[in-house]
């Protein structure tokens, strides 16, 4: 059994290691398929969006990326928007591209039946890539609503052949230190079948491409009650588990607060992280914020799933492994889950507050931002254009 304080002191270094990336999108303004909700204060454009990634970094201290989503974020100068971020005290994240919202699309992009919208959609992939290259960024992630609504629409291994084709194209268009992600999801907005469906397609079709093309994980986009850490578990053991799309859901892609919904999922996924070493020094998993906020503030939203993260990760890291290893080959069921459910069941708020200070940071980021005056002035400057939202 390992000493609590020697507990604590791993889990202090792992957690001052710790960055969680901010999408661009989950400040803007957010809905259902029914209804997008405005705010005030809402974002008009990229600058003001990453500015608010920036309060959110500078209040935590662990969210030192905002990722990108084009052409939502498409701005002139790519160049000058990454300055803009590093002035601010950030950077920007992953590139997210967007091959869903054009009219050409309505049955299919990279995997079109019709070769000139395969060629669009891939030509905006390779456009990102260019995007990375101005921002110096390191991901490009890749999701796909790609599928069918219909038996016999389309020839579902044809399908797999375009898909590979095109993820093949965009591959050998990366650089050196540049990675591919690509995300899954179960269904929607195609009902009969989705071309990207599940982790074990998206990890053969990286399988394929090699070292350079990941597995994106999107905690809400699975089917009811499946075992998301057991896939994070396979997807470390193969070094294939590239990134984390956060969120919460109770019946589908919900999309809501990471940690709201089953915060001991969220607990459950990172001790599978920590114990397949996803948090070590030398290990590249981009963990990452994908909630379109719909009627939550949205930079303290953020701020608050920062947190929840966080909470997830602290309690990972004070899991006895010594005491669950014991357990687990003595085959003591009840005391290995009790090693888990004790980790769970530790108030761990005091001691990310106590890093907090130490890093110079208030103890308490939520009360911080209340009282920082930051919406008020937002608000007062945001009058006037267009506020950001899905789409733009």
Request: glycine fraction near 8%.
């Amino acid at each position: 059994m390992v000493a609590l304080t020697d507990l604590r002191d791993d889990a202090q270094a792992a957690l001052r290691r710790q960055q969680i990336e901010l999408p661009s999108w989950a400040f803007g303004n957010s809905g259902t398929r029914f209804k997008v909700f405005g705010q005030p204060g809402v974002p008009r454009d990229p600058w003001e969006k990453v500015a608010d990634a920036a309060e959110v970094h500078r209040l935590t201290g662990v969210a030192p990326l905002v990722s990108l989503h084009i052409p939502w974020d498409r701005v002139d100068d790519y160049g000058a928007l990454a300055t803009h971020a590093r002035d601010l005290g950030i950077g920007i994240g992953t590139i997210n591209a967007n091959v869903f919202q054009d009219d050409d699309y309505m049955l299919g992009s990279v995997t079109n039946s019709d070769p000139a919208v395969r060629r669009k959609a891939i030509d905006h992939l390779l456009e990102c890539v260019d995007v990375m290259d101005a921002t110096g960024s390191r991901d490009l992630k890749l999701w796909f609503a790609d599928g069918t609504n219909y038996p016999g629409q389309d020839d579902l291994r044809i399908r797999q052949d375009r898909l590979a084709e095109a993820l093949s194209q965009v591959y050998d268009r990366l650089g050196d230190h540049q990675r591919m992600q690509l995300e899954y999801k179960l269904f929607e907005p195609a009902f009969y079948s989705t071309d990207v469906p599940d982790w074990g397609t998206a990890y053969a079709h990286c399988l394929e491409l090699g070292d350079k093309a990941v597995v994106c994980v999107d905690t809400g986009h699975h089917a009811a009650h499946t075992n998301i850490e057991f896939i994070v578990a396979f997807l470390l053991r193969a070094g294939k588990l590239g990134a984390f799309d956060f969120n919460s859901r109770f019946y589908a892609d919900d999309d809501l607060m990471v940690g709201s919904a089953d915060p001991f999922q969220l607990f459950r996924i990172m001790y599978e992280v920590v114990r397949g070493g996803g948090l070590d020094e030398d290990v590249q998993i981009a963990f990452m914020l994908d909630q379109c906020h719909n009627i939550e503030p949205k930079v303290a939203a953020q701020i608050r799933s920062v947190m929840n993260v966080q909470e997830a990760t602290a309690k990972a890291l004070l899991v006895d492994t010594e005491a669950l290893g014991a357990a687990q080959r003595a085959g003591d069921v009840l005391g290995a889950n009790g090693v888990l459910m004790d980790a769970y069941n530790t108030d761990v708020r005091p001691l990310l507050a106590e890093l907090r200070k130490d890093k110079g940071l208030d103890p308490d980021p939520m009360a911080a931002h209340a009282r920082s005056g930051y919406m008020e002035r937002i608000i007062a400057e945001r009058k006037g254009g267009t506020q950001a939202g899905w789409g733009a």
